[in-house]
């Protein structure tokens, strides 16, 4: 099950709800993370690292929804449209990137 919440953005920020959904049927499943759609990788050093607003926004809706949420499972989807072709990456934070995160 995809649960698409009410969002407002552009591919460099999003506003989501601060509240993750909630109802009945719902109720058995277990929330993976959420998806950033965004035009092309971010490539630094080399390597592809996840970009800095989505650590923020990753910690933001994890103090937001501790009940929900532990940090310890959720992770973060890119999907990122190259020339002729579409990536998806999934990225775990640490715990010193949520702390960093929460600053």
Same mark, same amino acid.
């Given at each position: ?10 591919h460099q920020c ?7 959904? /909630?109802? /009945?049927?719902?109720? /058995?499943? #277990? ?8 035009? $092309? #990788?971010?490539?630094?050093?080399? +390597?592809?690292?996840?970009p800095a607003p989505?650590?923020v926004m990753h +910690?933001?809706?994890? #103090? /937001? ?5 532990? @940090?310890? $499972? #959720? ?8 020339? @002729?072709?579409?990536?998806?990456? +999934?990225?775990?934070?640490?715990? +010193? ?7």
């Amino acid at each position: 099950c995809i649960v698409l919440v009410p969002q407002v953005g552009s591919h460099q920020c999003v506003t989501l709800p601060k509240r993750l959904p /909630d109802h /009945d049927l719902l109720k /058995d499943m #277990e929330p993976l993370g959420w998806i950033h759609t965004q035009p $092309n #990788e971010l490539i630094q050093n080399g +390597a592809q690292v996840l970009p800095a607003p989505d650590v923020v926004m990753h +910690a933001g809706i994890i #103090e /937001d929804n501790k009940k929900l949420w532990s @940090g310890q $499972n #959720e992770i973060i989807i890119t999907t990122s449209f190259t020339q @002729g072709s579409c990536s998806l990456t +999934a990225y775990k934070v640490t715990e +010193a990137g949520l702390t960093w995160g929460k600053k």
